[in-house]
């Protein structure tokens, strides 16, 4: 499976982005993708993740009101819109999927995931 995230920029303090992340390669009956970042000097953490089949989703306490998870099954898309943007969300973006559906207490792991692409960076800067 190869995955290809879009998206990132450099953007101001309070601005939008939509990144993309599309799975292509081996299919496989229902996915689930997520959304991790990583900031210079520390951890990889979660963002947010959904699950192709039924739609649920879970989110990090950190960005919950202002960015949304979404996916489009036919094109085994997912898409994170990210509002509101701060400084604390620099971060290298990285996709990630799961081959099956991951129950909600699993989906913010990182490894749950076997699979990941190579990451979209995101800047917000004045």
């Known amino acids: 499976v190869q995955l290809q995230a879009s998206g990132g920029g450099l953007v101001q303090p309070g601005g939008s982005l939509r990144l993309s992340c599309a799975a292509s390669?081996?299919?496989?009956?229902?996915?689930?993708m997520g959304w991790f970042r990583q900031a210079p000097g520390k951890e990889r953490e979660f963002v947010a993740a959904?699950?192709?089949?039924?739609?649920?989703?879970r989110y990090a306490d950190s960005v919950k009101g202002r960015f949304t998870i979404s996916r489009d099954n036919a094109k085994n898309t997912a898409h994170l819109q990210i509002n509101s943007l701060n400084a604390d969300d620099t971060a290298v973006y990285y996709c990630?999927?799961?081959?099956?559906?991951?129950?909600?207490?699993?989906?913010?792991?990182?490894?749950?995931?076997?699979?990941w692409g190579q990451g979209t960076q995101v800047t917000v800067s004045s």
């Open positions: 990630a999927t799961h081959s099956g559906n991951l129950i909600t207490g699993a989906m913010g792991r990182t490894t749950s995931y076997e699979y």
């Open positions: 959904v699950r192709l089949s039924g739609g649920a989703t």
């Open positions: 390669g081996r299919t496989f009956s229902t996915y689930t």
